[in-house]
Nanobody, 127 residues
């Protein structure tokens, strides 16, 4: 089991920045991916960014490339999402997730392939 707890959400003005954190506890498999997803009411959960533990490779949705940066501190078992130049379209509940995989196959962008989820943190971008 993996427990994930997000923090750092809040209200920010357009053009502002926020940094989300996700503290992980429990299993510490080397073959894991951690990611951020977001969801607004009435829409499906949307991939934002993910990072592979074993090689630190990261993936981003086109809508956030150049504005968001995902990182992880393996010593602290913490995942981060630095969000810059925020726009009202970024308003959503943001979820942290972890995927445990075996072999060489993993799915960094598919929410249905993630095994563990946090409770979510609200990000609101508004003037």
């Amino acid at each position: 089991q993996v427990q994930l707890v997000e923090s750092g959400g809040g209200l920010v003005q357009p053009g502002g920045s926020l940094r989300l954190s996700c503290a992980a506890s429990g299993r510490t498999d080397s073959k894991n991916i951690m990611g951020w997803f977001r969801q607004v009411p009435g829409k499906e959960r949307e991939f934002v960014a993910s990072i592979v533990k074993i090689n630190n490779y990261s993936y981003y949705a086109d809508s956030v490339k150049g504005r968001f940066t995902i990182s992880r501190d393996n010593a602290k078992n913490t995942l981060y999402l630095q969000m810059d130049n925020l726009s009202p379209q970024d308003t959503a509940v943001y979820y942290c997730a972890a995927q445990i995989y075996s072999g060489l196959i993993y799915f960094p962008m598919r929410p249905d392939k993630y095994d563990y989820w946090g409770q979510g943190t609200q990000v609101t971008v508004s003037s």
